[in-house]
């Protein structure tokens, strides 16, 4: 019973966290997280890892990527492709090489600086939608851009994850198995989740339409997102990977908004929050001092390569000067995708416990700065409109 006390203690805290967070501007998943670090080791020790506490949390994680794969809106990439694509592959290019090469020169082995830029290409399109939704530019040709590049990143974000996970993660299921055998299953993964998008998902959401049970949709969709989750796991990938093939796949079926309406609402109040604290009970201040030079520089950088390669993407197809400025600081916050990307690398053993620290405090710092940086380059464009008016 002594676990449903700390839960009581999350559920309550985090609410009140994402409130404050809320009134000041800031995403509540950075509330949420600095929860964990107050009620954790970090500073009052009053909660600590347990085995109940993994558990919701890996199902948190699980559900929060079945989310993002099920808002990855496909049909608006398709219209922005060209433009979404170069931002992306820019912002995803000068994080890996840039915050991978200083990491190296920082004295870290070739895999961990890897994984820095690999967490660090991620974008939290959510965090820039609410600033976007504030001047009304979602419908702009920069916001389009920006959603669409959100989508393509996450894409690409998650298939740079598994080759690494696959090739370098030392805490496989399959430890054993023959590489070259293990590499096939996950070929084959690949190809599943291919099947499910394309035809497997569809009909057993139509098979669902039929069963005189009325969660039975939700409950097909929470199935598949589970089912293929431990598909992933069994062949030596990341559960949360398979979760989100399995949110693009029900988000190309006619009952997406259903699925979307019946399992966020449990997720976000319950089990997220937990996933979020989890990370934040992994926070001790012990060489936050010696750490600290390191953690401004690669904070700085986060948002640079970010900024700057949208940026360039956006100017190579075609936007002016402002837009291309727009779309590249729309493309800076990190949020819960490089938080749980940082995570899935810290278990599958390619991160050390100290760089997992000095990450999560570099994801915090890197989106408190993107909200504000995308609200000037909004300002700056209806500067230059009010400009050209008069």
């Not at 820019?90 to 090469?101: A, D, E, H, N």
């Not at 660090?120 to 609410?130: C, D, E, G, K």
Request: with cysteine; proline share 3%.
């Amino acid at each position: 019973m002594a676990f449903i006390g700390t839960l009581i203690l999350i559920l309550l805290a985090t609410t009140i966290a994402g409130h404050f967070s809320a009134r000041v501007g800031i995403p509540a998943v950075i509330g949420e997280l600095l929860i964990g670090i107050i009620i954790g080791p970090g500073v009052l020790n009053w909660v600590h890892e347990s085995s109940a506490l993994s558990v919701f949390a890996n199902i948190g994680v699980i559900l929060l990527m079945f989310m993002a794969g099920l808002e990855s809106n496909l049909t608006q990439l398709r219209k922005v492709l060209r433009p979404a694509l170069a931002v992306a592959v820019c912002g995803v290019i000068l994080p890996v090489t840039l915050m991978g090469g200083i990491s190296l020169l920082f004295g870290y082995h070739f895999t961990e600086a890897l994984f820095i830029g690999v967490v660090f290409s991620a974008t939290s399109v959510s965090i820039s939608v609410v600033v976007l939704r504030e001047f009304h530019a979602l419908d702009t040709r920069a916001g389009a851009t920006i959603l669409g590049a959100a989508v393509a990143d996450d894409i690409i974000g998650v298939l740079l994850l598994s080759l690494m996970v696959a090739l370098i993660g030392g805490d496989s299921a399959h430890g054993g198995t023959n590489m070259g055998l293990q590499l096939l299953f996950q070929v084959g993964f690949f190809v599943a989740a291919y099947l499910l998008v394309r035809w497997i998902a569809p009909l057993l959401m139509r098979i669902s339409e039929r069963l005189l049970i009325p969660t039975a949709r939700t409950v097909t969709a929470v199935v598949i997102c589970l089912g293929m989750a431990y598909l992933a796991e069994e062949v030596g990938l990341s559960g949360a990977i398979g979760a989100f093939f399995a949110g693009i796949a029900v988000a190309q079926t006619h009952v997406k908004q259903v699925i979307d309406d019946h399992i966020e609402p449990i997720s976000n109040a319950f089990f997220v929050p937990v996933f979020f604290v989890s990370i934040g009970l992994n926070v001790t201040f012990t060489h936050f001092v010696t750490s600290l030079p390191f953690i401004v520089l690669m904070t700085i950088l986060a948002v640079v390569t970010k900024w700057w390669g949208g940026e360039i993407g956006a100017r190579l197809t075609g936007f002016t000067k402002v837009g291309s400025r727009i779309v590249g600081t729309g493309m800076v916050a990190r949020g819960e995708m490089a938080l749980i990307t940082a995570q899935i690398g810290f278990n599958a053993h390619l991160l050390a416990k100290g760089l997992y620290v000095d990450m999560i405090f570099m994801i915090v710092f890197s989106t408190l700065a993107a909200p504000l940086l995308l609200r000037w380059a909004l300002k700056g464009e209806s500067q230059d409109a009010e400009t050209e008016a008069n």
